[in-house]
């Protein structure tokens, strides 16, 4: 059992940047995705880090403004978010699993095990 626990999230203008983070509870995780939802659409991959950052991927929308990192003491996640638009306005959301992230499955939220619990992100224009 992983526990996660999401946090960061705020309000900020477009332009602006922020860092969420996302905290497991035990070093059993492989990779560690980042999800999204925003009222009225369906939950996206936005990003997903392997344990290490032997793996990173990126949803298009977000590529070259999001990036990931891990703080291996803290056993901690980061999604740093630059150049954030309003459209990135959601609730987001962490993700673990025991398996490695791959190419082909990191975005599908149902290969995740474990989740944390939201933390907002607005985007003001």
């Known amino acids: 059992q992983v526990q996660l626990v999401a946090s960061g999230g705020d309000s900020v203008q477009a332009g602006g940047s922020l860092t969420l983070s996302c905290a497991a509870s035990?070093?059993?995780?492989?990779?560690m995705g980042w999800f999204r939802q925003a009222p009225g659409k369906e939950r996206e991959g936005v990003a997903a880090y392997g344990f290490g950052g032997a793996q990173k991927y990126y949803a298009d929308s977000v590529k070259g403004r999001f990036t990931t990192s891990q703080d291996n003491a803290k056993n901690t996640v980061y999604l740093q978010m630059n150049s954030l638009k309003p459209e990135d306005t959601a609730m987001y959301y962490c993700a673990a699993d025991h398996g490695s992230c791959y190419s082909g499955s990191w975005y599908i939220d149902g290969r995740y095990a474990y989740w944390g619990q939201g933390t907002q992100v607005t985007v003001s224009s």
């Open positions: 035990r070093y059993t995780w492989n990779c």
